[in-house]
């Protein structure tokens, strides 16, 4: 299935300006990481500062302190590496197809890192203090006060 979001040209939604800032870190930091848990630490790094899912995590305190969680110091999986980059914005891609969005956002993206480091990821969240239904929550509070109102304008 993969392959056919990255193959299907319906799906190559553009990336919104922050999704674009998120993916241009995260794939800078990849080459650094030294397993995947710090890879998902990354990351949540490069989301916490941009666009609505960063809005979400520093509503539930996820602040800018140095994401340090010894992932360096114990042996864990090996890091995906930058190819994991390509594949997240190819899933992003594919949520943001599925729902008729115009650009890719950095909800989608969230949802795409979620995917391909599960635990890996909540764990990242769990040692700042949060938790993925805290997050999913507090995002969908940040995208209903993003949605317009319509109405007859009274």
Do not use: C
């Amino acid at each position: 299935m993969l392959s056919l979001a990255v193959n299907n040209p319906r799906r190559q939604i553009p990336l919104s300006q922050d999704a674009a800032l998120v993916l241009a870190l995260a794939g800078t930091a990849m080459a650094f990481s030294h397993s995947a848990e710090d890879e998902a630490e990354r990351w949540l790094r490069a989301m916490r500062m941009h666009g609505r899912v960063g809005q979400a995590l520093q509503g539930l305190g996820v602040g800018e302190s140095p994401l340090m969680t010894g992932s360096e110091a114990r042996p864990g999986r090996p890091p995906l590496g930058p190819k994991v980059v390509d594949d997240a914005t190819a899933k992003a891609q594919d949520y943001a197809y599925r729902r008729g969005a115009a650009t890719v956002g950095t909800a989608e993206l969230l949802f795409a890192v979620m995917e391909v480091y599960g635990r890996m990821f909540d764990r990242a969240l769990y040692l700042r203090g949060a938790s993925r239904e805290e997050l999913l929550e507090r995002l969908s509070t940040v995208e209903a006060d993003a949605e317009p109102v319509v109405g007859n304008g009274s």
